[in-house]
């Protein structure tokens, strides 16, 4: 089983920062397309930023100068910097691992943005 272990969410007030961690086993973190979904109650899964073909970054439009994807190769890490957090950010935020067919999902940490 592989396991995705997510790190980082809480709580932050409109406006603030978080940084949220993935760490990955080496053979997954080094093969496979890392990412970030996010899905709020009552909406579905979302992208929000992932890794591509040729190291190339995709974001959701909505987080787009807000929030960065990173990777930290030496400790099979993925991070999401978030920026300028907004009330309709608020979600649980999974970590994906892809490499079609195959996909692999974190268990979810929970992004609260409130004042």
């Known amino acids: 089983q592989v396991q995705l272990v997510e790190s980082g969410g809480g709580l932050v007030q409109p406006g603030g920062s978080l940084r949220l961690s993935c760490a990955a086993p080496e053979n997954i973190f080094s093969r496979y397309f890392m990412g970030w979904y996010r899905q709020a109650p009552g909406k579905q899964r979302q992208l929000v930023a992932t890794f591509s073909s040729g190291g190339r970054t995709n974001y959701a439009t909505s987080v787009k100068g807000r929030f960065t994807i990173s990777r930290d190769n030496a400790k099979n890490t993925v991070h999401l910097q978030m920026n300028s957090l907004k009330p309709e950010d608020a979600a649980v935020y999974y970590c994906?691992?892809?490499?079609?067919?195959?996909?692999?999902w974190g268990q979810g940490t929970q992004v609260t943005v409130s004042s």
């Open positions: 994906n691992a892809h490499w079609p067919p195959y996909e692999y």
